[in-house]
């Protein structure tokens, strides 16, 4: 994130003579929001952006990058433990530097946050570092000062944590996924509600460090909007690596005590359980935030579950005329993903500059789970595709990873799945194994592009990788089978 002088767009460029106007104005500094500045800045105009907590937003600083980061602390933890039984490195680990491993962490996060904020700075951007809310269709004040703004305003003021009523989280025995990695020290056993794409990684993170970790679930299986196969093999792989995983299953009660928390659960088969560990992680979703947004003094409302929609998808504009919403403030099908809200803040940018832009294909966004195993999927699920196309215009082909050579090397399982139309394109495509979130790019171009079999199968994956098994699969799909069976 190293700024770069940025191309100008010079048929909309207009000086910032008037401190208290901008052609632009973002609400919320977080990743939807400052893509839909630094886009917008490109393009010549003046923009405003308000933020009133720490630029990058929740994916910056207690999601996405500290997530990851701590992750990758716990691929090299379980490396060793794959060193020592399966390769004869006599290896162990001894202990986690926690101090040591946090601070590495908070220095990629720092890192980050730094080249945000001269990116910006360099691009011409106006942060206004204080809370911000709307006066009207194109004013809004922020720090006690009113701006206009000439073009449009945008709304990116994200999302937090979904909380249970009666349950209080305290930062150490009851956390929610924003405070989880912040939480002092590494806890002995972790009770982790919530089985979609963060409390999965948060029960493998905490497993690898050492953990005894029951995961729950409400929903008939884990990754509930993924397709089945990638929830079936993900909960086998992660009860190979000894966590618990109870899907069906709901928090009756929970209390804290001296040295933990005692919950009380209810199972599928209506057992009623009592579980006693030392920390409570939440996370059974994400919730947006309008708090002091004043979307009524706009003539703006928020939908059932509190989400601002928008009245045109494509141009991500809602119901009064240039105001906008980027991120975690949509609905579905938005994904509340921060590769989505960079986006939809192009096409807001875009938009507002007169340029006609695209519009995000939701389809075509991958969603990854950075667990071990890992998931990693593009497009419709076979039970989707065969609800919309019909049953019979749907064909399926699915491979192991172990069924190829480096799958076997890797030595962890998982597979390639592939959903396409009959005699039509390619629908989805749903990988679980190590290192899935790098391979998945590849299908985001083939469901993008609207690709059949056939076009995949004439290019050539490299041997010996693990993104080989996806190129069988598409030969097979193709009447071309190599060493899958047709």
């Known amino acids: 994130m190293e700024p770069r002088t940025a191309p100008r767009h010079p048929a909309q460029a207009q000086a910032p003579d008037d401190p208290g106007a901008a052609d632009v104005?973002?609400?919320?500094?977080?990743?939807?929001?400052?893509?839909?500045?630094?886009?917008?800045?490109?393009?010549?105009?003046?923009?405003?952006?308000?933020?009133?907590?720490?630029?990058?937003?929740?994916?910056?600083?207690?999601?996405?990058?500290?997530?990851?980061?701590?992750?990758?602390?716990?691929?090299?933890?379980?490396?060793?433990?794959?060193?020592?039984?399966?390769?004869?490195?006599?290896?162990?680990?001894?202990?986690?530097?926690?101090?040591?491993?946090?601070?590495?962490?908070?220095?990629?996060?720092a890192r980050n946050h730094q080249g945000v904020t001269a990116h910006l700075a360099h691009a011409g951007v106006?942060?206004?570092?204080?809370?911000?809310?709307?006066?009207?269709?194109?004013?809004?004040?922020?720090?006690?000062?009113?701006?206009?703004?000439?073009?449009?305003?945008?709304?990116?003021?994200?999302?937090?944590?979904?909380?249970?009523?009666?349950?209080?989280?305290?930062?150490?025995?009851?956390?929610?996924?924003?405070?989880?990695?912040?939480?002092?020290?590494?806890?002995?056993?972790?009770l982790v509600l919530g089985g979609g794409a963060i409390g999965v990684e948060y029960a493998s993170l905490h497993r690898s460090m050492g953990a005894r970790v029951v995961l729950v679930e409400a929903a008939d299986r884990l990754l509930p909007l993924e397709d089945r196969e990638v929830s079936r093999q993900l909960a086998r792989g992660l009860k190979k690596r000894g966590i618990e995983v109870l899907t069906g299953t709901r928090l009756e009660d929970a209390a804290t005590h001296a040295t933990g928390v005692r919950a009380t659960v209810r199972t599928a088969r209506g057992q009623v359980v009592e579980l006693d560990v030392e920390r409570l992680l939440v996370a059974v979703g994400r919730e947006p935030v309008t708090d002091g947004l004043d979307l009524a003094a706009a003539g703006l409302g928020r939908d059932p579950r509190g989400y601002v929609a928008p009245a045109d998808w494509d141009r991500l504009e809602t119901s009064v005329s240039g105001i906008h919403v980027v991120g975690d403030l949509l609905p579905p099908p938005s994904l509340g993903l921060a590769h989505a809200s960079f986006a939809e803040g192009l096409v807001v940018a875009e938009t507002l500059a007169g340029l006609g832009p695209a519009p995000v294909d939701y389809a075509a966004v991958p969603r990854v789970t950075y667990s071990s195993p890992q998931t990693a999927s593009v497009g419709l699920t076979e039970e989707q595709a065969r609800a919309e196309r019909g049953p019979?215009?749907?064909?399926?082909?699915?491979?192991?990873?172990?069924?190829?050579?480096?799958?076997?090397?890797?030595?962890?399982?998982?597979?390639?799945?592939?959903?396409?139309?009959?005699?039509?394109?390619?629908?989805?495509?749903?990988?679980?194994g190590p290192n899935v979130s790098e391979m998945i790019a590849e299908s985001q171009l083939v469901v993008g592009w609207e690709a059949e079999p056939s076009d995949v199968a004439r290019h050539v994956h490299p041997h010996p990788t693990l993104s080989e098994a996806v190129g069988e699969v598409f030969l097979t799909l193709a009447g071309r089978a190599l060493h899958q069976v047709g």
């Not at 082909?397 to 399982?413: E, F, I, Q, R």
């Open 392 to 432: 019979d215009q749907v064909v399926v082909n699915s491979m192991p990873l172990t069924a190829v050579a480096k799958g076997m090397v890797h030595g962890l399982g998982g597979s390639v799945k592939v959903v396409a139309e009959r005699g039509g394109p390619v629908l989805g495509v749903h990988l679980v």
């Open 25 to 109: 104005i973002v609400i919320g500094g977080g990743t939807g929001g400052y893509s839909t500045a630094l886009r917008a800045a490109a393009l010549g105009l003046d923009v405003l952006l308000a933020e009133r907590d720490l630029l990058g937003g929740t994916c910056l600083h207690r999601g996405c990058i500290p997530s990851k980061a701590m992750l990758h602390a716990a691929e090299l933890v379980d490396g060793i433990a794959e060193a020592r039984e399966r390769w004869g490195v006599k290896a162990t680990v001894d202990s986690v530097d926690w101090a040591a491993l946090t601070a590495t962490r908070d220095g990629i996060v």
């Open 126 to 190: 106006r942060v206004v570092h204080a809370s911000a809310s709307l006066r009207g269709p194109r004013t809004v004040s922020a720090g006690g000062t009113a701006y206009t703004a000439r073009r449009g305003i945008v709304l990116a003021t994200g999302s937090r944590p979904r909380l249970l009523p009666g349950l209080s989280p305290d930062g150490r025995r009851v956390v929610t996924s924003d405070d989880a990695l912040f939480a002092p020290g590494l806890p002995e056993s972790v």
